[in-house]
C-alpha cells in the first residue's frame, strides 16, 4: 500500500470511531452539580468542594486534576488559565473561572502547599470514592464518577458557546470526532424536545 493510500485511509473514520462520535453522552445539569456541592461536609470539605469544582469548571481529566500545583495557574489576558499536561504529554491552557483560581491559591496559602505541591493529596481510588458517595448523598439516581464532571463541562461550554473548535482545544482532544459527542448529545436533545411539542390533533 502506497503511504498516499495509507494515510487517506487514515483520515477515514472507523465504525467504532463514528458510532463513539454520534453516542449519547451522559452528564449531570447544573442543578444536580449543585446538589452534589451541598451534599459535601466533613472536615475536607473546602478540599472536596475545590475537586467538584475543578473537574466541573474546568473539564480537567482526574489525572490532570490530582498533578494540579498552584505552580500551574497562571493568566492570560487577564483571565486564569491553567497549564497542563494531558494525554500523550501534550501540554495545553485551560480556561478556569478566576473566582475557583482565587480559591485555589487561598487554599495552597491555608494548607502551606508549596508551588510545585499537589493541591490534592489523594489517588484516582480515593477521588472516584468522594465523587460517587456525594453524588449518592445528593440523592443522585444516575452512574456518577469523575470523569462525568468532564462530560458536564463539555456539554455546558458547548451549550453557551455552541464552538465546537474551541471546546476540542479547551478538552484537548486529538480527534474533532471526540469532540463531536457532545454536539451530537445536544442535537439528540433538541431534535427530541421539538418533536416532543408536536400535536396530533384529530
Known amino acids: 500500500m502506497s503511504n498516499t493510500m495509507a494515510k487517506s485511509k487514515a483520515l477515514v473514520p472507523t465504525h467504532n470511531t463514528l458510532t463513539k462520535a454520534f453516542?449519547?453522552?451522559?452528564?449531570?445539569?447544573?442543578?444536580?452539580?449543585?446538589?452534589?456541592?451541598?451534599?459535601?461536609?466533613?472536615?475536607?470539605?473546602?478540599?472536596?468542594?475545590?475537586?467538584i469544582l475543578l473537574l466541573y469548571q474546568t473539564g480537567l481529566?482526574?489525572?490532570e486534576a490530582l498533578s494540579l500545583t498552584p505552580r500551574m495557574i497562571g493568566a492570560q489576558d487577564g483571565k486564569a488559565v491553567l497549564f497542563v499536561v494531558g494525554k500523550g504529554k501534550k501540554p495545553r491552557m485551560v480556561a478556569c473561572p478566576n473566582t475557583l483560581a482565587h480559591r485555589l491559591k487561598s487554599y495552597a496559602y491555608d494548607q502551606g502547599i508549596e508551588a510545585d505541591g499537589r493541591?490534592?493529596?489523594?489517588?484516582?481510588?480515593?477521588?472516584?470514592?468522594?465523587?460517587?458517595?456525594?453524588?449518592?448523598?445528593?440523592?443522585?439516581?444516575?452512574r456518577v464518577?469523575?470523569?462525568?464532571?468532564?462530560?458536564?463541562?463539555?456539554?455546558?461550554?458547548?451549550?453557551?458557546?455552541?464552538?465546537?473548535?474551541?471546546?476540542?482545544?479547551?478538552?484537548?482532544?486529538?480527534?474533532?470526532?471526540?469532540?463531536?459527542?457532545?454536539?451530537?448529545?445536544?442535537?439528540?436533545?433538541?431534535?427530541?424536545?421539538?418533536?416532543?411539542?408536536?400535536?396530533f390533533d384529530l
Do not use: C
Request: glycine content about 4%; hydrophobic content about 40%.
Open 145 to 199: 464518577y469523575p470523569h462525568l464532571l468532564r462530560h458536564s463541562d463539555a456539554i455546558e461550554r458547548l451549550r453557551q458557546t455552541g464552538n465546537p473548535k474551541a471546546l476540542q482545544l479547551h478538552l484537548g482532544h486529538s480527534s474533532p470526532a471526540m469532540t463531536l459527542r457532545y454536539l451530537s448529545t445536544l442535537t439528540a436533545e433538541d431534535a427530541l424536545r421539538i418533536q416532543q411539542d408536536v400535536e
Open 61 to 63: 481529566r482526574i489525572s
Open 23 to 51: 453516542s449519547i453522552v451522559p452528564y449531570l445539569t447544573r442543578e444536580e452539580i449543585k446538589r452534589m456541592v451541598g451534599a459535601i461536609a466533613g472536615r475536607h470539605r473546602t478540599r472536596d468542594e475545590l475537586l
Open 119 to 142: 493541591f490534592f493529596n489523594i489517588n484516582r481510588k480515593r477521588a472516584w470514592q468522594i465523587v460517587t458517595k456525594l453524588a449518592e448523598d445528593a440523592g443522585i439516581h444516575k
